[in-house]
């Protein structure tokens, strides 16, 4: 469990230390990639998804096996980026370095998928090391 908690809690500080420029960094990757990006919306959502994702990925850490549904689509988050590279570099559409910024995110897949495996299932009626008041709804 502590494996899945490390990995959790690292994969999510790394990503809020690395994807705030992002937001900062609009008009230069037009510059030094030409064209220029002409799709505002998609860039900084982007941003914001992957920025929030990031808290996900911190909710999972307290806890594995209380949240290890979340693990699949924390996977699937980063198997998108780095089969989009991989693909795009396949076109010739980037270049080895431009794809290479998916290799965080590849070793991240791999360490998520671990943790999937060692993280057991909470199983129902056992208690959670998470404390959740008991609400009672009418």
Not at 37 to 43: A, E, I, K, S, V
Request: hydrophobic residues 55%; contains cysteine.
């Amino acid at each position: 469990m502590k494996f899945a908690r490390t990995v959790f809690w690292i994969a999510g500080i790394y990503g809020i230390l690395s994807l705030p420029p992002l937001y900062f960094l609009f008009d230069s990757v037009g510059r030094t990639h030409p064209p220029p990006l002409t799709h505002p919306l998609f860039y900084y959502g982007f941003a914001g998804v992957g920025i929030a994702f990031q808290f996900v990925f911190m909710l999972i850490a307290t806890n594995p096996a209380r949240y290890r549904p979340m693990i699949v689509p924390s996977v699937l988050e980063k198997l998108s980026y780095v089969a989009a590279c991989a693909v795009l570099h396949g076109q010739g559409r980037i270049s080895f370095a431009e794809a290479a910024s998916g290799l965080p995110d590849s070793i991240f897949l791999v360490l998520f998928l671990a943790a999937f495996f060692i993280a057991a299932p909470v199983k129902a009626g056992s208690s959670s090391r998470v404390w959740m008041p008991n609400v009672r709804i009418p």
